[in-house]
């Protein structure tokens, strides 16, 4: 490896920088999606609860104390509950727009460096075939074979090592974009499920009964209750 880099060209020390840069930011990547991940179902069903009994404080403080994107997109629509349910769709949707470049931060470089590195590569090729034929130039077409191969081999080196870094930069792309539109859809079902637990909540407060109560004067009268529960009364 070493008398690669050695006979190859300058670009030769691009492309493994190039290469040490895409390994940093597939493995910086990886820390953040895992710190960014949650059990959206656990979470909501111990949130449930606090929703069910109106305790949005304590609701609010479990989401903060998640620290993961899923956490502030239900953070968001805890802190505007009384609102409509069109207008906290429109938080959910407001709010994971937040987070999104959160999600995609460096992948536009880890993307660049895939497409970019073979033509690093290639630029190196024709580096090497220009040394070459100058060598033939200079020596009027009476320069040694091994002085004509030093320029084929930095330019097959270049080649070579520029499809080195761009094949695993495009895999972690592909994999952390994968990772990233997980994180995403995440986002979407968390928001979704707490608009409809905060609607659930509303339609149990708003819930009337009708029961029949003690006759008095021979007529029967109606009781109406908005608790929840209905119960019996004498006149």
């Known amino acids: 490896m070493e008398e690669l880099i050695s006979k190859g060209s300058p ?12 390994v940093a930011i597939f493995f910086e990547r990886l820390a953040y999606f895992h710190r960014a991940s949650m059990d959206v179902g656990e979470f909501l069903s111990g949130l449930g609860g606090l929703i069910r009994r109106k305790n949005y404080a304590d609701a609010l403080q479990e989401c903060v104390s998640a620290r993961v994107p899923a956490g502030r ?12 349910r069109e207008q906290l769709r429109e938080i959910v949707q407001e709010a994971g727009q937040m987070e999104v470049p959160r999600l ?20 190196g090729t024709m580096v090497g075939l220009l040394d070459s034929f100058t060598n033939l130039s200079a020596a009027n077409g009476m320069a040694t074979p091994a002085e004509v191969a030093r320029g084929v081999y930095q330019s097959l080196v270049t ?9 695993p930069a495009y895999l972690f792309y592909a994999f952390l974009s994968a990772r990233a539109r997980t994180l995403m ?43 929840g529960r209905a119960r019996g009364q004498k006149a």
Not at 73 to 84: G, T
Not at 104 to 123: D, K, M, N, T, V
Request: proline share 4%; hydrophobic share 55%; net charge negative.
């Open 104 to 123: 995609e931060r460096y992948l536009a470089i880890l993307s660049a460096i895939a497409h970019a590195a073979p033509l690093i590569g290639l630029l």
């Open 11 to 22: 670009l030769v020390w691009l492309l493994l920088g190039c290469l040490c840069f895409a």
């Open 185 to 227: 859809h995440e986002l979407e079902r968390a928001g979704v499920e707490v608009v409809n637990l905060i609607e659930d909540a509303r339609t149990q407060d708003n819930i009337v009964e009708f029961r029949p109560m003690t006759a008095i004067a021979g007529e029967p009268v109606i009781a109406v209750e908005k608790s």
């Open 73 to 84: 997109v239900i953070h968001a629509v805890l802190l505007r509950h009384h609102a409509p």
């Open 159 to 167: 080649s070579s090592l520029g499809l080195v870094v761009a094949i």
